[in-house]
């Protein structure tokens, strides 16, 4: 358990309305993530945080902000849901070992866009 | 795009046997990790081999990298029921700058019977 709770775990929204969905994490972690996962494409990064106010974009970031004002919050947008955002979505953060880089991750948040 | 496919997407086997799943990625990594997914949680560590190993031990698994052919298999011997779940294998790039990222391939779904 590396401290991470997400919220909300399910939703269910309109297109065109806009989300957040909210990572804490309780264990002081400087490097944040959020993922989306979707059936055919494993995990794929949205964006991801190195620090307060230190942002930067991942693999499928397009549709998607985020803000980091905060070291224990990391919270993720979508300015204006469309059908496609409609996945599980992870939060995690990252421990740096002698051995390299471990990711750890919270339960997900379901978001449905109807 | 994806850094690490794995290979089967989907094994079936009787418990007490062992179960073989491989990874192949295509750039050059620091580090080669495995991760497990019950369903409808997050994605939980499992093990870690860093690009100068060869083969690492953890409990009932056993994990090879050949950087040569850039691929690895994840052995789990004398499987349980409770070892169904999806597996990912992720891959850490050489250089990230302030990244430090992880790229998950899409999984293989392991399911032991009893």
């Known amino acids: 358990d590396a401290g991470i709770t997400q919220s909300p775990r399910h939703k269910v929204t309109e297109t065109g309305t806009p989300v957040t969905l909210r990572c804490h994490q309780t264990e002081n972690h400087r490097y944040m993530y959020w993922y989306r996962q979707d059936p055919g494409h494993g995990l794929r990064l949205i964006h991801y945080?190195?620090?307060?106010?230190?942002?930067d974009k991942g693999e499928v970031s397009d549709g998607y902000s985020v803000s980091r004002s905060k070291t224990e919050d990391f919270l993720l947008t979508l300015e204006s849901a469309t059908s496609s955002q409609t996945s599980v979505y992870f939060c995690a953060i990252s421990e740096l070992t002698v051995s390299g880089n471990t990711i750890y991750f919270g339960e997900g948040s379901w978001l449905t866009v109807v | 795009s994806q850094q690490g496919e794995e290979d089967p997407q989907a094994l079936s086997i009787q418990e007490g046997e062992n179960a073989t799943m491989n990874c192949s990625y295509k750039?050059?990594?620091?580090?080669l990790q495995w991760y497990r997914q019950n369903s409808g949680r997050g994605l939980v560590h499992l093990i870690l081999?860093?690009?100068?190993?060869r083969e690492k031990h953890s409990g009932r698994l056993r994990v090879t990298l050949d950087t040569s052919k850039k691929s690895s298999s994840l052995l789990i011997t004398a499987s349980r029921a409770a070892d169904t779940a999806s597996y990912f294998c992720?891959?850490?790039?050489?250089?990230?700058?302030?990244?430090?990222?992880?790229?998950f391939g899409s999984g293989t779904q392991l399911t032991v019977l009893p």
């Open positions: 992720a891959t850490g790039r050489i250089s990230s700058g302030s990244a430090r990222q992880l790229t």
């Open positions: 945080s190195y620090g307060v106010k230190d942002t």
């Open positions: 081999i860093r690009s100068n190993e």
């Open positions: 750039t050059s990594i620091n580090n």
